[in-house]
């Protein structure tokens, strides 16, 4: 029987906790499947690690490809879809634990809904309370009960036959820190179906502070995604319901920005950033008030030495600014 799922596992240097979720995940895959692992680089040979664990299971087939260099974990992401030669892919992340039964859910899934090209699944990362679908690019970010859910990559399942004349732009988006998406959004026309379910797949773990996108890569580059939108009532959908999942407030940008402006002593840098983040997420937000806000910030970069004291002597403000770290310190944990 001809494989039509692959799993994807784009990996580096977590060659132990690699092992222990492969031991969770091999006894589940079945001749529907194979397995496929991007090793990026890492400093001890994936294949060396996991020998002796794949000869324990022979019935499995099992490709190990390894890049010369480190490409990134996005590109890396991207070279799972690139090689994966079935219909379906599981792209796999290597610190997350498969749940039991989770391969026979996404077969399961795939033979339902045969006319998919997305098939999401309930994480961590959401409160899917229902099953439902989307047609079309607009429908489905409109009706996105959780960006989060659609941004954490295990929790979804490609059908690459379908976005494969589209990596390119995967590649091209990369610094969203979702080229998965990216690819997604671009193959949505209206004909193409998403799915989204109730089953789990995996157990998150909460990734070490080291592991973690950088909060600055975060704050500029997810907001990129608005570009593959063709009209601005999904472009405004889009940059809603990535405020609403745990993207920080603009008060929680500034005073990110600004500690790091601090400690580089590069307010014109944090100056421009500044401006990237509220003239794409925040450009939406055009009420007087809001108006006022932005531009009243703006001065902290333009004028940092007479700015900052000022804010710091005014309780209120020093307050409300402080109190903004929490949204930041929730932001990087979910990267």
């Known amino acids: 029987m001809k494989p039509t799922l692959t799993i994807a596992i784009p990996t580096y240097n977590r060659n132990d906790t690699l092992r222990r979720n492969l031991a969770l995940l ?22 060396e690690t996991l020998s002796d664990l794949l000869e324990e299971h022979p ?11 480190n490409i990134g974990a996005c590109a890396n992401v991207l ?9 379906w892919v599981w792209t796999l992340s290597d610190d997350d634990e498969p749940l039991a039964g989770c391969v026979a859910t996404i077969l399961g899934a795939v033979a339902s809904h045969p006319d998919a090209v997305y098939l999401n699944f309930a994480s961590e ?7 439902y679908s989307t047609s079309g690019q607009s429908e489905f970010v409109e009706a996105l009960d959780s960006f989060d859910a659609v941004l954490f990559l295990p929790s979804g399942v490609l059908r690459r036959t379908a976005l494969r004349d589209h990596f390119k732009i995967g590649y091209m988006y990369a ?22 379910l109730s089953d789990r797949l995996i157990k998150w773990t909460m990734p070490c502070s080291e592991q973690r996108w950088p909060l600055r890569s ?5 907001a990129t995604l608005e570009e593959l939108l063709e009209c601005g009532a999904s472009r405004k959908a889009l940059a809603q319901k990535i405020l609403a999942g745990g993207y920080p407030s603009l008060e929680g940008c500034v005073v990110y920005l600004i500690k790091y402006a601090m400690s580089k002593n590069s307010y014109t840098r944090c100056l421009h950033e500044y401006d990237q983040v509220v003239n794409r997420l925040y ?3 055009r009420s007087p008030l809001w108006r006022l806000k932005k531009m009243l910030y703006r001065l902290i970069f333009l004028a940092p030495r007479i700015a900052v004291p000022v804010l710091a002597s005014m309780p209120a403000i020093a307050r409300r600014l402080k109190n903004s770290c929490p949204e930041i310190a929730t932001a990087e944990e979910r990267l």
């Open 26 to 47: 091999l006894p589940q895959i079945t001749e529907q499947c194979c397995l496929l692992i991007v090793d990026n680089a890492s400093t001890v040979p994936v294949a």
């Open 59 to 69: 019935q499995v087939q099992v490709a190990i490809r390894r890049n010369p260099v």
């Open 79 to 87: 070279r799972c879809l690139e090689i994966a030669e079935t219909e």
């Open 125 to 131: 990362h959401g409160n899917r309370t229902r099953a």
């Open 175 to 196: 610094y969203s820190l979702a080229p998965h998406l990216a690819v997604l959004l671009s193959v949505l026309g209206p004909d193409k179906r998403c799915y989204f």
């Open 218 to 222: 975060y704050l500029l580059g997810i």
């Open 283 to 285: 450009y939406f937000k």
